[in-house]
């Protein structure tokens, strides 16, 4: 089992900064990759962000130069800082693990429960 939690959404202003955690936690024996995904409101979930296990990044072309994704220092967590906020960035934002378990056969994709960024023009 894996827990993926999401931490740092809020309420933000146009053109502020926010950085989002993700840590991932359980009976993982190593990770593929860890990223972002966000959901605006009603609509289809879409791919923000990623770091391989070599720290290679990829990015969506909506947040290229503005986001950036990066390790943090604890184990299993990354921080995503998303500078330039616009309000086409409100959304809830999902950390998304990719992932093999101690107790599983293969690699599996795990979710958090999504953290809200809101952006006011």
């Known amino acids: 089992q894996v827990h993926v939690v999401e931490s740092g959404g809020g309420l933000m202003q146009a053109g502020e900064s926010l950085t989002l955690t993700c840590t991932a936690s359980?009976?993982?024996?190593?990770?593929?990759?860890m990223g972002w995904y966000r959901r605006v409101h009603g609509g289809e979930r879409e791919y923000v962000a990623s770091?391989?296990?070599?720290?290679?990044?990829n990015y969506a072309p909506s947040v290229k130069g503005r986001f950036a994704i990066a390790r943090g220092d604890a184990k299993n967590t990354i921080h995503m800082r998303m500078d330039d906020l616009s309000p086409e960035d409100t959304a809830t934002y999902y950390c998304?693990?990719?992932?093999?378990?101690?107790?599983?056969?293969?690699?599996?994709?795990?979710w958090g429960q999504g953290t809200q960024v809101t952006v006011s023009s």
């Open positions: 770091i391989r296990p070599n720290n290679s990044t």
């Open positions: 998304w693990v990719v992932a093999i378990t101690m107790t599983q056969d293969g690699m599996f994709d795990y």
């Open positions: 359980g009976s993982i024996f190593s990770l593929n990759a």
